[in-house]
């Protein structure tokens, strides 16, 4: 029998793939690949949920039911889950590195598997709350009128008066609880508990539970960043820079307490925990909101009337408001505040707030309307 010829010898078979799989076959490749979900997740950050959607799904459904479950957790462990988990990233990456390549690239699956998770999730958890209906609709304010200047400095120098009668009968308390034993209740729980009454009592953001416990980050580590606090998305874990003072720190606290229980935009946060600190029955919280607020107030007036309305403050006021810029000064680095701000305003933009970084000073409006 003649010997087949190569070119007859593949008559009737298959071509060759030449390495390319089948179309199916890439398909379930690619969805094998953590980069791809990554890269999801991420494009995920930038879809504009409509109102509706971010108010049913968010607000309504997983934040009450999963903010059960972070508070347990964050009321139940002193450190920080975030710190931990990155921790535990960078000790999975050096054990990968110390095992070689085939471990460095196990490392980085596992790595890059969690960042694909926690990007996916990202808008479930926290994301979405950027979309939901706005504090002011939610509190019926209307805020239309104060954008008439002479109506705004009329109200604004109410509001500065009636805040300044709470700065002063809190500071009196405060300086009278000095010379008792330690309160059972710790500031930080007595803001999370008057600021979780008045989200309910204001159905702004009913059935969501809040910790009780802040967590910090190592000191001045925030500052350097020009920031005081944040929070953790992923478990809605309040920090705030331990190098802070007592009264800014819990002023800090009323707003990232604010973030934790659902409400993601800035201004929102801050006049909520403002808000909820003036009505507070805790002296140390109501007197840290009220010198919050009257800061904000104060810097809005000339160096004369500020002058004024500084020396109208109770004593140790200002220089509480002092020591908070002192502290702030020390850490700041200008460099990583500029980056910091610029990132943080790129990032606030593509979750719908226009306005970026300047969303913050709507806050002052939100409350001089509320008030």
């Not at 809040?210 to 874990?237: D, I």
């Not at 910091?340 to 990032?347: I, L, R």
Request: overall charge neutral.
């Amino acid at each position: 029998m003649a010997k087949p010829t190569g070119r007859s010898s593949r008559v009737g078979l298959p071509p060759s793939d030449g390495g390319y799989a089948p179309s199916g076959r890439r398909r379930r490749s690619l969805l094998s690949r953590w980069w791809f979900w990554l890269l999801l997740g991420v494009a995920l950050q930038f879809v504009p949920w409509p109102t509706a959607w971010a108010d049913l799904v968010y607000r309504d459904l997983i934040h009450p039911a999963w903010s059960n479950v972070t508070t347990s957790l964050n009321n139940a462990l002193p450190l920080s889950l975030a710190a931990g988990l990155l921790l535990a990233g960078v000790t999975v990456l050096v054990i990968g590195l110390v095992n070689g390549w085939r471990g460095f690239r196990t490392a980085v699956r596992i790595v890059g598997w969690t960042l694909a998770i926690g990007a996916l999730s990202y808008p479930l958890v926290f994301g979405m709350g950027y979309r939901t209906t706005t504090l002011e609709t939610r509190l019926g304010l209307d805020t239309s009128w104060l954008t008439a200047p002479a109506a705004y400095q009329e109200a604004a120098g109410l509001v500065r008066q009636a805040v300044l009668a709470t700065l002063s009968e809190s500071a009196a308390q405060v300086a009278a609880l000095a010379a008792l034993p330690p309160p059972s209740e710790s500031g930080e729980a007595a803001a999370s508990r008057c600021l979780s009454a008045w989200l309910t009592t204001n159905d702004v953001w009913a059935g969501s539970s809040l910790p009780h416990r802040l967590k910090t980050a190592p000191r001045g580590l925030l500052l350097r960043f020009g920031s005081a606090g944040f929070v953790y998305p992923w478990f809605l874990e309040p920090h705030t820079d331990p190098a802070l003072p007592q009264p800014a720190a819990l002023g800090v606290a009323l707003h990232e307490f604010a973030h934790a229980g659902g409400l993601a935009r800035e201004a929102e946060a801050e006049a909520a925990g403002v808000l909820a600190g003036l009505a507070c029955d805790d002296a140390r919280v109501r007197y840290a909101a009220s010198l919050r607020v009257a800061s904000g107030l104060a810097n809005e007036l000339s160096p004369e009337d500020r002058a004024t309305y500084l020396a109208a403050w109770p004593a140790g006021a200002e220089a509480d408001l002092d020591a908070a810029a002192a502290v702030a000064r020390q850490f700041r680095s200008e460099r990583l505040t500029r980056a910091a701000t610029d990132a943080y305003d790129f990032y606030l933009r593509s979750q719908g707030t226009e306005a970026g970084m300047a969303d913050y000073d709507r806050a002052l409006i939100l409350i001089i309307a509320a008030l």
